[in-house]
């Protein structure tokens, strides 16, 4: 069964970069969307962008900034870089898989349902 | 982008009891392109549902989703002490995605 492992610092200093991966395991890397998504402690979610295997993207534009997301098929994983971290940026983050992406112009996607979670992994943003 | 209001924020309930949770847009969703979660405290969340109203794999007939265009609702008809948790739901019919803040449904 397919299994998502997320993996980086848990601590990093404000003004800093933000450095993730998501490894993928038990399925094909390239059969899917996979997506970022984070949970400020005891707050909601917000999605922050996908990837596809071949390299296309696309963000949320609250965070587009400031957020880059890249895959490495060859290791069944992709990373997420959120540059320039404050306080707010201290959440939960977590990687999902989705098995369709919708097109709604302008350049504007949006994954299916996210049905593949990572357990996630806190990252404290603290001098 | 669309904002989903959850109500209730929290809502009481017994075993053995109906629960029915509400998601609002503030526009219609394309295609009933709504999908519910569940989160339990230290997990990550799990999908219940998506396109309104199909259940994902694996998830008990006891969840089910209805409702289109703006009002959405999840209705778990009879608690099952492991159904206590926070539920979001979450839009995907246009863009960016986003989620509604939750409905916590604790033991009354």
């Known amino acids: 069964q397919v299994q998502l492992q997320e993996s980086g610092p848990g601590l990093v200093k404000p003004s800093e970069t933000l450095s993730l991966t998501c490894t993928v395991s038990?399925?094909?890397?390239?059969?899917?969307?996979w997506s970022w998504i984070r949970q400020p402690p005891g707050k909601g979610l917000e999605w922050i962008g996908y990837?596809?295997?071949?390299?296309?993207?696309n963000y949320n534009p609250s965070l587009k900034s400031r957020v880059t997301i890249s895959v490495d098929t060859s290791k069944s994983q992709f990373s997420l870089k959120l540059s320039s971290v404050t306080t707010a940026d201290t959440a939960v983050y977590y990687c999902a898989r989705s098995t369709r992406l919708f097109y709604y112009g302008s350049g504007n996607y949006s994954p299916d349902a996210f049905d593949i979670w990572g357990q996630g992994t806190l990252v404290t943003v603290s001098s | 982008e669309i904002v989903l209001t959850q109500s209730p924020g929290t809502l009481s309930l017994s075993p053995g009891e109906r629960a029915t949770l509400s998601c609002r847009a503030s526009q219609s969703v394309s295609s009933s392109y709504l999908a519910w979660y569940q989160q339990k405290p230290g997990q990550a969340p799990r999908l219940l549902l998506h396109g309104a109203s199909s259940r994902a794999a694996g998830i008990p007939d006891r969840f089910s989703g209805s409702g289109s265009g703006t009002d959405f609702t999840l209705t778990i008809s009879r608690l099952e002490p492991e159904d206590f948790a926070v539920y979001y739901c979450q839009q995907y019919g246009s863009s960016p995605g986003t989620f509604g803040q939750g409905t916590k449904v604790e033991i009354k």
């Open positions: 990837i596809y295997y071949s390299g296309s993207t």
């Open positions: 038990g399925d094909s890397i390239t059969s899917y969307y």
